[in-house]
Each structure stands twice: as C-alpha cells, then as structure tokens.
Nanobody, 121 residues
Framework: QVQLAESGGGLAQPGGSLTLSCVAS????????VKWFRQVPGTKERELVA????????EYSTAVKGRFVISGQNASRIVHLQMGSLKPEDTAVYYC??????????????WGQGMQVIVSS
C-alpha cells in the first residue's frame, strides 16, 4: 500500500509564495504520474492545477500557469508544488495524487490527506 504525506500548507500573503511537498512511502517500483488538485471548501469540484508525467512533461491549469511549478523525483519519492505570486483565489485545500507501480507490479493511485492553503493579507 502506498501512502502519501503532505506538508507545507498554511497562510501566505497575496504576492507571496509557498511550497507544498508530498512524500510517497511503501513498496514503490515506479511513479508514472503526479498531480496536484485543489478544492475550495464548500464546493464539490476538485480542480486539477498541475500534473507531471514521466518526471518530464508538466502541464498546468490556466489559473496557475506561470505562477506554479510542479517537480518530483522518482528516486526520492518526493513531489513539490512551488506556488508563487499567490492570489486570494488560490485559497483552497490542496491534494497530491500519485500513480504508478508497486510491489508485484500492482498499479496504485494514491491521494494525500489534503492541506489548507490560505492567501490573505
């Protein structure tokens, strides 16, 4: 079983920055894709903000492109989301999602517990 532990959330001022981290643990053979989602409290939709495939190909939502950077290393099992030029509308609960192959070549798709990011002056 693959588990994810998130850290780095909290309060930031508009224009400021935060870096979110997500550490995967378990018998992982290979990570194929990592994603960061966010969900505004009280809403049902979870928005995909960034994804990284094969450790190389990154994509971003229009809302965060140019401000957020996703990175990750297969060897260290750590994924980061660097958030810059933060805006109040970036306030949400952020979730990491990691997919890949675990021991016995079983596919996995795991979620972090979510962490609050508040952007406010």
């Amino acid at each position: 079983q693959v588990q994810l532990a998130e850290s780095g959330g909290g309060l930031a001022q508009p224009g400021g920055s935060l870096t979110l981290s997500c550490v995967a643990s378990g018998t992982i053979i290979h990570i194929t894709e990592v994603k960061w989602f966010r969900q505004v409290p009280g809403t049902k939709e979870r928005e995909l903000v960034a994804r990284l495939r094969g450790g190389i190909n990154s994509e971003y939502s229009t809302a965060v492109k140019g401000r957020f950077v996703i990175s990750g290393q297969n060897a260290s099992r750590i994924v980061h989301l660097q958030m810059g030029s933060l805006k109040p509308e970036d306030t949400a609960v952020y979730y990491c999602n990691v997919a890949g192959w675990s021991a016995g070549w079983h596919s996995f798709d795991s979620w972090g517990q979510g962490m609050q990011v508040i952007v406010s002056s």
